[in-house]
Nanobody
Framework: QVQLVESGGGLVQAGDSLRLSCAAS????????MGWFRQAPGKEREFVASISGSGDLTNYADSVKGRFTIARDNAKNTAYLQMDSLRPADTAVYYC??????????????????WGQGTQVTVSS
């Protein structure tokens, strides 16, 4: 079993930055591919970014490429999502997720067995 706890969300203005953290506990963190997803009001949850267990492979949604950076520190059992140049369209609840089956990380939500509770990010114009 893996427990994931997100933190770092908040209310910011357009153009600002935020860094989300996802603290994991329970099992060997480096064996899990990690992903960040988000869900805006009235919309389905969507992929944001993923990272492999070793941290050497990353993947981003086109909407955040060049603005967001996913990273992980396996010694701290923590994944991060650095979000720069935030836009009102980035407003959503952000979730981190862990996959033991796809250790390279994946865009597909169905491969992630463990999910955090989410953290709200609100970007005002």
């Amino acid at each position: 079993q893996v427990q994931l706890v997100e933190s770092g969300g908040g209310l910011v203005q357009a153009g600002d930055s935020l860094r989300l953290s996802c603290a994991a506990s329970g099992r060997t963190f480096s064996r899990f591919g990690m992903g960040w997803f988000r869900q805006a009001p009235g919309k389905e949850r969507e992929f944001v970014a993923s990272i492999s267990g070793s941290g050497d492979l990353t993947n981003y949604a086109d909407s955040v490429k060049g603005r967001f950076t996913i990273a992980r520190d396996n010694a701290k059992n923590t994944a991060y999502l650095q979000m720069d140049s935030l836009r009102p369209a980035d407003t959503a609840v952000y979730y981190c997720a862990a996959s033991s089956m796809i250790t390279t990380g994946t865009r597909a939500q169905s491969w992630y067995e463990y999910w955090g509770q989410g953290t709200q990010v609100t970007v005002s114009s």
